[in-house]
């Protein structure tokens, strides 16, 4: 999720070890300590351009680096705050550890995918229960941590813990009822389904991005989940890449073929040939609106590429405004 909600959870948690007087203290350690595992975005090459998107999510979250994490953490931490605030060494850690667990967990709870059991598994967890970015948990357990830092009142740090409770036990039943809608609408097209999955739009659980899998292709759909009925918005599908029927020159020796693969595992497989350009291959799993097939995001392949040579990663953003105003439109519609 988004620095701030990874500081405010790390905070809020930490906040509950060590007496009242300290909770300033613990939220400050605690905040930074859960922000701590994205520094991982510093792990890139320039010359492979997809070493970002591999260590991304990666060792840093695994749930078994945990401790190693915390302890480096509080190795930079209580030099610089620790000693500072006048709390032993121990209780750094212990903060550290605490805020630095939050992490991967929250991150698991996204649809983006993370490597929380490393290096047991590669394999990516990816919950879907709440957007990447969603202002309606972040600001009130973020406004509940500030609350017990000043007033040195645990009462807040329980508020915070019910607040988050409550949305992410709505957050899962909206995600539940989302698939039971997928499930809905993929029977009444006669659709012989391999898997359903329901992804949170942008910064809400109201409004659902549903992607239908078949044997040879992705459907793209629009549900909002109200608190009776649901409204369908249909959207588009798209052909699953296949390299020998899209991409026929491509060596299967080259490193691009390597690098379609690389991709192929961080998008769990959801990808597919650009509609606009037979020369990229895109994560179809996100989109401004969540009703339609324009990836903010895929690699661009190249014909006159040398066999040693990677592909090209590009971000797409399009009208990311006029996307937002006709979002918030759907909430009414």
């Given at each position: 999720m988004d620095p701030?909600?990874?500081?405010?959870?790390?905070?809020?948690?930490?906040?509950?070890?060590?007496?009242?007087?300290?909770?300033?203290?613990?939220?400050?350690?605690?905040?930074?300590?859960?922000?701590?595992?994205?520094?991982?975005?510093?792990?890139?090459?320039?010359?492979?351009?997809?070493?970002?998107?591999?260590?991304?999510?990666?060792?840093?979250?695994?749930?078994?680096?945990?401790?190693?994490?915390?302890?480096?953490?509080?190795?930079?931490?209580?030099?610089?705050?620790?000693?500072?605030?006048?709390?032993?060494?121990?209780?750094?850690?212990?903060?550290?550890?605490?805020?630095?667990?939050?992490?991967?967990?929250?991150?698991?709870?996204?649809?983006?995918?993370?490597?929380?059991?490393?290096?047991?598994?590669?394999?990516?967890?990816?919950?879907?229960?709440?957007?990447?970015?969603?202002?309606?948990?972040?600001?009130?357990?973020?406004?509940?941590?500030?609350?017990?830092?000043?007033?040195?009142?645990?009462?807040?740090?329980?508020?915070?813990?019910?607040?988050?409770?409550?949305?992410?036990?709505?957050?899962?039943?909206?995600?539940?009822?989302a698939l039971e809608e997928g499930e809905k609408l993929a029977a009444s097209r006669g659709l012989k389904t391999l898997s359903i999955e329901a992804k949170p739009s942008f910064a809400n659980i109201l409004i659902w991005k549903i992607i239908t899998e078949t044997e040879s292709s992705y459907h793209v759909d629009a549900i909002r989940i109200g608190l009776n009925e649901s409204k369908i918005w249909e959207g588009d599908s798209v052909e699953k890449l296949s390299i020998e029927k899209d991409l026929p020159w491509l060596d299967k020796q080259s490193q691009q073929r390597k690098d379609i693969e690389r991709f192929r595992w961080f998008s769990t497989d959801y990808i597919a040939l650009d509609k606009q350009n037979p020369n990229r291959v895109v994560d179809i799993r996100y989109s401004l609106l969540p009703q339609q097939i324009k990836p903010l995001w895929g690699i661009e392949l190249s014909r006159t590429a040398k066999a040693d040579e990677h592909v090209d990663y590009y971000h797409e953003r399009g009208d990311s405004g006029a996307a937002i105003k006709l979002l918030w439109g759907m909430f009414w519609d």
């Open positions: 701030i909600t990874q500081g405010a959870f790390g905070a809020v948690f930490a906040q509950t070890q060590g007496n009242a007087k300290n909770l300033a203290k613990a939220a400050v350690i605690g905040a930074l300590a859960g922000m701590a595992p994205d520094l991982d975005i510093l792990i890139r090459s320039d010359h492979d351009p997809l070493q970002a998107l591999q260590y991304h999510r990666h060792f840093t979250h695994s749930l078994l680096f945990i401790p190693i994490g915390g302890l480096i953490c509080s190795l930079v931490l209580h030099p610089t705050l620790g000693r500072w605030f006048g709390v032993p060494f121990w209780q750094t850690l212990f903060w550290c550890i605490i805020g630095y667990a939050t992490h991967g967990l929250l991150d698991g709870c996204t649809s983006y995918g993370t490597q929380l059991l490393w290096p047991l598994t590669d394999k990516r967890f990816a919950w879907d229960v709440i957007s990447v970015v969603d202002p309606l948990v972040t600001l009130p357990l973020l406004a509940m941590v500030i609350l017990a830092a000043r007033r040195k009142a645990r009462r807040y740090v329980a508020y915070g813990f019910i607040w988050v409770g409550l949305y992410f036990g709505l957050s899962t039943y909206q995600h539940s009822r």
